[in-house]
């Protein structure tokens, strides 16, 4: 390998970076992203590393998939792309995905990504499955009777806004649940999108039991500030923080950072505005 000296200089020299939750949108989502345009962006921002969620259509269910993800990944020739598998069929929370054929296909870990796995009995087959090679199962928790229909969190913004909120206490009962069936099976598990005190707590005590869990934070989900006002526990430096989606109704979304600071305007404008017809907050 030839080898040269480069002028370092006010830079910042590391390892390469490991994106673990990269949404590179192929197959079926093209025209937001491709494996080749993601891993090609990951590179030049210093990740060497991403593991693709399986989000697509469709879904990343079966070997063949995974080893399409693998290959076209390989042809980027740019950052290495590692496929995460469904845990069920289609992400559809209600045939198990084959675990251990999809993990011999290459795929390093499974996960629903944004859709639950709201069936305890199957979520517990899932970690079953996955201990027996050690394998990691991702999880979005929340539980979906609580949180149906909510656009933004529940408090005294979505209340003056006339919205549907999302509680609290969908993620700290959604994670409550899967860190107790984490420790009936003894299996990997990590948590995604957590946002809750609650939830926070509830991980940390798992951990000092010595359970094999981790956690990962609102990825491409800044905090806004949409309004003054509400409770000690709602609040932060007296105003009221919501959360952004950054998927409009108006049309497909697209993975570049000039449309997604628009999207942060215009939604913070809707919200401010009482109008949700256009855009999500949660």
Not at 3 to 26: F, N, Q, S
Not at 53 to 59: D, G, I, K, S, V
Not at 199 to 213: D, F
Not at 251 to 270: H, I, K, M, Y
Request: charged content about 25%; overall charge positive.
């Amino acid at each position: 390998m030839q080898r040269r000296e480069l002028e370092a200089k006010g830079l910042l020299v590391t390892p390469g970076l490991i994106d673990l939750h990269a949404h590179l949108r192929e197959p079926g989502f093209e025209e937001s992203e491709t494996i080749a345009s993601g891993s090609r962006a990951a590179l030049r921002g210093g990740f060497t590393t991403i593991c693709a969620m399986p989000n697509t259509e469709p879904a990343i269910d079966s070997p063949g998939l995974v080893a399409e993800v693998i290959a076209r990944g390989g042809a980027a020739a740019a950052a290495r792309v590692l496929p995460i598998a469904t845990i069920t069929r289609g992400r559809t929370g209600r045939e198990l995905a084959d675990l251990i054929e999809l993990s011999a296909a290459g795929a390093v870990a499974f996960s629903d990504d944004g859709s639950p796995v709201d069936d305890a009995r199957l979520f517990r087959h899932a970690l079953e499955y996955a201990r027996t090679k050690d394998l990691l199962i991702i999880e979005h928790a929340q539980d979906i009777s609580l949180s149906r229909n909510g656009v933004m969190h529940e408090g005294v913004v979505s209340a003056r806004l006339g919205l549907p909120g999302i509680p609290s206490a969908a993620e700290d009962t959604a994670v409550a649940r899967d860190i107790a069936i984490a420790e009936m099976t003894r299996a990997r598990l990590h948590l995604t999108h957590i946002s809750t005190r609650g939830a926070i707590a509830s991980i940390r005590a798992a951990k000092a039991r010595g359970l094999r869990i981790t956690r990962g934070l609102g990825r491409r989900r800044p905090r806004i500030r949409v309004g003054a006002g509400g409770s000690a526990n709602e609040s932060r430096d007296r105003g009221i923080w919501a959360v952004v989606r950054w998927r409009t109704r108006a049309g497909p979304f697209r993975e570049s950072g000039a449309s997604r600071s628009r999207s942060a305007r215009d939604a913070v404008r809707l919200v401010n505005e009482g109008q949700p017809a256009t855009a999500r907050v949660a």
